[in-house]
């Protein structure tokens, strides 16, 4: 969705005229006033956001999906510094971003909220002001009231939030308030049937000890299985459909960091991306061999010596440009869900790590951390995991997730170039 804010005005009434148009599979709709404005951040992001600071990037006039993060604790220089960087380096990888939109969500009262975060946000103001990124509008959406922090008309109280839902042109799709967030949904696991989890959890047993079962029900030694094929069955199938022998073998195969690495970017950026992981780490098994360090270790060592990576380990790493499909990581994610949910205990920490990574990779830090972090709680030795919670916990967010504005931009012709009137407070 690109928003055109068309006017300064604070508290102009909507238009009369249709302000919303689709332009290829790009909707626009015309902002002009600070409730619009706030208004369609939930439909920008596809849900109402909870306890979050939202950061909305402009091109020019036009402005795409925002990045949430977790509201953060009370004000402290650390805090606000580490928020203005992830929020600077964000912006800088967007080529045509000339400006943003910064906005408070909370269930706190507005007083509270304005007093408890109007310096974290002026300091943020200030912090993109120096790297010259233009300031559209900072806002503060309590339970009981709205408004530009800098508004000085505003109540004491704010003004009334039913503003916001009348400002919204006709048409626009509006995400449910009551239903839960994204990260509230994606970080709980689906409820698992209990005859089919005892299922997968005999067919782990077997395989465990080097054994498998035959549709006819006879005992023989577990078959050797080909990962690229195994993980295009997993996406084909479904959740519902999923034999459990497969996902049995899936989880057998995830405890194994030369399989589970290859599978986790097979089933985001496709089949040949995993025949390809798969030959890299036959390479990677024969340096661990030479150096006597583990999987996880060694990628690790090569992080920290700036070694050039893999295309595979830099897909891993979020340093890829090309981004992976975005059906086929949310049949990933689903099929990764339902995995985790229905096996034990003992195999569930890797499953947790890739589905955890998978959220991470479609921009849902949230969710991916709150994975990571029951894989750490389960298994504190489980070094990927830690290793992708430190790349959640910085920050970071994947290359590929950059490129929408830059793409939704060119698509409307509109770059919005690095200097003009897009940089100073009151373009809007």
């Not at 068309?6 to 302000?19: C, G, M, W, Y």
């Not at 306890?51 to 949430?68: N, Q, W």
């Amino acid at each position: 969705m690109s928003t055109n804010a068309i006017s300064p005005r604070r508290h102009k009434p909507p238009a009369a005229a249709n302000r919303t148009r689709k332009e290829g599979d790009v909707t626009v709709v015309k902002a002009g006033s600070d409730a619009e404005l706030l208004g369609l951040v939930p439909s920008l992001m596809g849900y109402h956001p909870k306890e979050s600071l939202i950061v909305i990037p402009f091109a020019g006039k036009h402005c795409g999906t925002g990045m949430r993060i977790n509201l953060p604790p009370r004000a402290s220089s650390s805090t606000i510094d580490t928020l203005a960087s992830l929020c600077i380096s964000s912006l800088s990888k967007m080529d045509h971003c000339n400006a943003a939109m910064l906005a408070v969500f909370t269930d706190e009262s507005f007083i509270r909220a304005v007093r408890g975060y109007r310096m974290t946000l002026k300091r943020l103001e200030l912090a993109l002001l120096r790297q010259g990124f233009g300031i559209r509008r900072t806002f503060v959406r309590a339970a009981d009231g709205w408004s530009e922090i800098d508004d000085p008309d505003a109540p004491v109280g704010g003004y009334d939030p039913a503003q916001l839902e009348a400002a919204l042109p006709a048409g626009l799709q509006r995400p449910t308030a009551h239903e839960p967030t994204p990260p509230e949904r994606d970080a709980r696991l689906p409820e698992p049937d209990t005859a089919r989890a005892q299922l997968l959890c005999d067919e782990l047993d077997l395989l465990a000890a080097g054994r498998e079962r035959t549709a006819l029900g006879v005992l023989i030694p577990a078959q050797p299985v080909d990962h690229v094929q195994l993980v295009e069955q997993l996406l084909e199938k479904g959740p519902p459909q999923l034999p459990v022998i497969t996902m049995a073998r899936f989880c057998i195969s995830a405890l194994q960091p030369a399989f589970r690495d290859p599978m986790l970017v097979q089933l985001a950026f496709g089949e040949s991306v995993g025949a390809s992981a798969r030959d890299y780490n036959i390479r990677h098994h024969e340096r661990m061999q030479a150096t006597g360090l583990s999987s996880d270790e060694l990628a690790m060592r090569d992080l920290a010596q700036g070694r050039v990576v893999e295309r595979d380990v830099a897909m891993i790493m979020g340093d890829w440009p090309d981004a992976p499909d975005a059906d086929r990581l949310q049949n990933a994610q689903d099929v990764v869900a339902h995995i985790a949910a229905h096996c034990p205990t003992w195999a569930r920490p890797p499953v947790l790590c890739v589905l955890g990574w998978l959220y991470w990779a479609a921009g849902g830090g949230s969710a991916a951390g709150a994975h990571l972090q029951e894989a750490l709680r389960l298994d504190p030795s489980l070094r990927m995991a830690a290793l992708l919670l430190a790349l959640v916990d910085s920050g970071k967010l994947p290359e590929w997730g950059f490129r929408s504005m830059d793409r939704m931009v060119s698509r409307l012709g509109d770059g919005g170039g690095p200097s003009g009137p897009g940089r100073n407070r009151d373009a809007a």
